[in-house]
Nanobody, 125 residues
């Protein structure tokens, strides 16, 4: 079971990026997936979670980020708008096949069973 992120890059403050996460799983099973990030010198922090029951976001990205999933291609997306310098980090895709519906805190995404290698997002002038 592998996850591969893409879509990172350098963007000016106020700009947008869309991250993608391709999964090697084509069983059609439904489970929780999400994104977390890690900035230099800081701890990992959960960003967003998507499952069949709901979506959830950390407070600092609500109304700016949107997580979604294309079920046909099994790709998870993170649309990031109005990016800020404090959003600069490596962004990781994660999956937890033990959860049909994840009801824990957003911080729990960093402990999901599977994760990708990450993609760098830099927000700077």
């Amino acid at each position: 079971f592998q996850l591969e992120e893409s879509g990172g890059g350098l963007v000016h403050p106020g700009g947008s990026l869309r991250l993608s996460c391709a999964s090697s799983d084509y069983t059609g099973d439904s489970y929780a997936m999400g994104w977390f990030r890690q900035a230099p010198g800081k701890d990992r922090e959960g960003v967003a979670v998507f499952d069949e029951c709901s979506t959830n976001y950390r407070d600092s990205v609500k109304d700016r980020f949107t997580v979604s999933k294309d079920k046909a291609s099994n790709i998870l997306y993170l649309q990031m708008n109005n990016l800020k310098p404090e959003d600069t980090a490596i962004y990781y895709c994660a999956a937890a096949r033990e959860y049909d519906c994840y009801e824990g805190p957003i911080s729990g995404v960093v402990h999901f069973e599977y994760r990708g290698q990450g993609t760098q997002v830099t927000v700077s002038d």
